[in-house]
T-cell receptor
Framework: NAGVTQTPKFRVLKTGQSMTLLCAQDMNHEYMYWYRQDPGMGLRLIHYSVGEGTTAKGEVPDGYNVSRLKKQNFLLGLESAAPSQTSVYFC????????????FGEGSRLTVL | TQLLEQSPQFLSIQEGENLTVYCNSSSVFSSLQWYRQEPGEGPVLLVT?????EVKKLKRLTFQFGDARKDSSLHITAAQPGDTGLYLC???????????FGKGTHLIIQP
């Protein structure tokens, strides 16, 4: 019953460093999403993918890149981390447009010093 | 940009009391969902409402979708400490992009 798995769960970076967050889902879902959650701001969509090899920008895409080389994996990259990217990042997946239920991972807490 | 406003932002009540959380927007949504999130975990879906005026019940929780599909409410009867958590409403547009989330209501039920 893995569902959506995110790695790592915690990470501390220095400004300017790069890193990649990995999201893996075992439900054969077509759609995958990356959100960030900040106090007082709610969940905001960063990037999403409607299928293998496709990605699209969400509400707050600047400073992030994504890739979906395999259907089950969705990677979120930070090329040059900034303190403003300190947040909790959530990956989610869904079956498709008709079923909009999102299945979330447990989150990855990132701190940029 | 579609916005969802939730109220209240924080709510602390005694066990056994009733409460209502509101989710309002000026936009029309094709469907609206309610999620519950506990500390250190991701949100978990409680319910999806699709039809204007729809009412769904989940044990002591009653969800309603506004007739115009712009707003929703969550009513909890006889709240229990296990209901404590962050409640999020989320609206779906017509496309494939992700849901638009409200900022959430932090609910604390005191024994």
């Amino acid at each position: 019953n893995a569902g959506v798995t995110q790695t790592p769960k915690f990470r501390v970076l220095k400004t300017g460093q790069s890193m990649t967050l990995l999201c893996a889902q075992d439900m054969n879902h077509e759609y995958m999403y990356w959100y960030r959650q900040d106090p007082g701001m709610g969940l905001r969509l960063i990037h999403y993918s409607v299928g293998e090899g496709t990605t699209a920008k969400g509400e707050v895409p600047d400073g992030y890149n994504v890739s979906r080389l395999k259907k089950q994996n969705f990677l979120l990259g930070l090329e040059s981390a900034a303190p403003s990217q300190t947040s909790v990042y959530f990956c989610a997946s869904s079956r498709g447009t008709y079923s909009r239920e999102l299945f979330f991972g447990e989150g990855s807490r990132l701190t940029v010093l | 940009t579609q916005l969802l406003e939730q109220s209240p932002q924080f709510l602390s009540i005694q066990e056994g009391e009733n409460l209502t959380v509101y989710c309002n927007s000026s936009s029309v949504f094709s469907s609206l969902q309610w999620y519950r999130q506990e500390p250190g975990e991701g949100p978990v879906l409680l319910v999806t409402v699709v039809t204007g005026g729809e009412v769904k019940k989940l044990k002591r929780l009653t969800f309603q979708f506004g007739d115009a599909r712009k707003d929703s409410s969550l009513h909890i009867t006889a709240a229990q400490p296990g209901d404590t958590g962050l409640y999020l409403c989320a609206g779906a547009g017509g496309g494939a992009d992700g849901l638009t989330f409200g900022k959430g209501t932090h609910l604390i039920i005191q024994p």
